[in-house]
């Protein structure tokens, strides 16, 4: 458990040092698709009785938890290629389960970092939504999800490059297919079915229904769970084969 | 006390150790030689539970590497070869991390925090970060992070690598230090006169065998006390004599430049690998 900690902690003085300059960044970006699809583009549209700027803050929310979880792993690859400083946690007597859980919860805190500063900026937009359990455990199985799968890119890929070709083929499709800018149920048929094997689309499902206040569906919640705990369990085997 | 038993470590296409056999006494400075990709940091990567042996067996202080490696990594600190410390952070912060690695508490990593950067002679910089910091500054931090837990093993991977002189012997002083406090040192270096002046013992490995392994004293004596360079050809070839005047008989037969001189343990690094060494 300190093993943990002290994973934790260092990610967290890490973070606590470039505070301002890190939530400058993760705020970037939404404000972009809020000015772009919010304000430009999405002004009078309305999905499902909701004007277009209430549908895409849930959106932005799962799409920046996400983005922002999964950015641990080039925190961990900064560690790991450029500091070595992977050598002096592996040379610690921590075991492996220390340093995933220290790393995917250190994830899951820039997530909700980053949460807050969307919601901060929906508030100042004037959008009003309800933030109630369903919604924190959404965010927080959709971060736990990526920061588990960064921790085990993150151990797999031979160089910092390579996991920056992994963010552009696997992260960035899935935050513009994955139901944050518009509803999957409009789409084809066909393009339901593949956008329902991604990871996201539950967790923006999951995320809006909870921000509407909808009734639970307990599908989205138990997949995402299932995904996470896999992944986190392959994280370890991924630590082992960093080793070598 | 380390124990290293036929260990022998194979990547896809080379044989980087080749069942080494080795025993290091407690308290002993330990020098490990050879040239470069010898396996002389696969020796260590193993032994600290970097990396895993293909065969063989390796314990410190009777903990086996594998079976109990929390407990074998607790017996040792290690001061690898290229720089890793966390840069963004302070030297206190850097020491404070490893110590909550190695389960310490508040108190305990405050006053060992305290102690250690007297020890090194950093304590003025206790709160600069790393990044500000020269590079013998960075590797005494270094060698304080290694001992924030007090191991009873210390490995030292090339610890004075692109240091000055008068850095490396500071370090060279501070590792002596470290030695009479009772740790064991086990060090790998470039620097052969490094290893003449503080190992206890030497072993030089080649191609992952150890080819020899004495004191510093013994290695040099059967190669004889004087050695004669000479330049032939464009290459220097060296005569090694039992005592000056056979040195002296033989310089009377020979013509052109030549230079008499003691031998040492960069001799006996090139007579039992075969390679110069290499800075």
Sequence with gaps: ?244 | MIQIDKLTKKYKSAHALRGVDLHVEEGELFAYLGPNGSGKTTTIRILTGLAYPTSGDAWLHGFHVISETLEAKRQCGLVPQTLNLDHELTVVENLNIHGKLFHMKRRERAARIDELLDYVEINDRRNSPVKQLSGGLKRRVMVARALMHSPRILFLDEPTVGLDPTIRRRIWSLVKKIQQKGCTVFLTTHYIEEAEFLADRVAFLNEGTIVALDTPRALMARLGSWALDKIVDGDMETAYFKDREEANRHIETQKGSFSLRRVNLEDVFISVTGKKVQP
């Excluded at chain 1, 890190?22 to 002004?43: D, K, R």
């Excluded at chain 1, 209430?54 to 950015?71: D, K, R, Y």
């Excluded at chain 1, 736990?144 to 552009?168: G, I, P, R």
């Excluded at chain 1, 999951?206 to 989205?220: E, H, V």
């Design chain 1, 1 to 244: 458990m300190r093993g943990c900690l002290a994973i934790y902690q260092r990610e967290m003085l890490i973070l606590r040092k470039k505070f301002f300059r890190q939530t400058a960044s993760m705020s970037v970006a939404p404000l972009l698709y809020l000015i772009a699809f919010g304000l430009g583009m999405g002004q009078g549209v309305s999905i499902g009785g909701r004007t277009y700027m209430e549908f895409l803050i849930p959106g932005l929310v799962a799409m920046s938890s996400m983005t922002q979880a999964f950015a641990i792993a080039g925190e961990i690859n900064i560690a790991r290629f450029y500091w070595r400083i992977f050598e002096e946690f592996q040379a610690a007597p921590i075991r492996n389960i220390a340093y995933v859980t220290g790393e995917v919860l250190a994830g899951m805190t820039r997530a909700l970092l980053s949460v807050g500063v969307i919601l901060l900026i929906g508030l100042i937009s004037g959008v009003v939504l309800h933030y109630g359990v369903f919604f924190w455990v959404a965010v927080l199985l959709n971060s736990f999800v990526f920061a588990s799968l960064a921790v085990c890119l993150a151990m797999l890929v031979a160089s910092h490059a390579d996991q920056a070709l992994l963010t552009n083929f696997f992260i960035t499709p899935m935050a513009f297919l994955g139901g944050t800018f518009f509803p999957v149920d409009r789409m084809p048929p066909w393009a339901q079915s593949v956008l329902n094997f991604l990871p996201l689309t539950h967790a923006a499902h999951a995320i809006r229904s909870s921000a509407f206040q909808q009734p639970a569906d307990p599908y989205p919640y138990l997949l995402l769970a299932g995904i996470g705990t896999v992944l986190f369990v392959l994280a370890f085997w991924c630590v082992n084969r960093a080793k070598e």
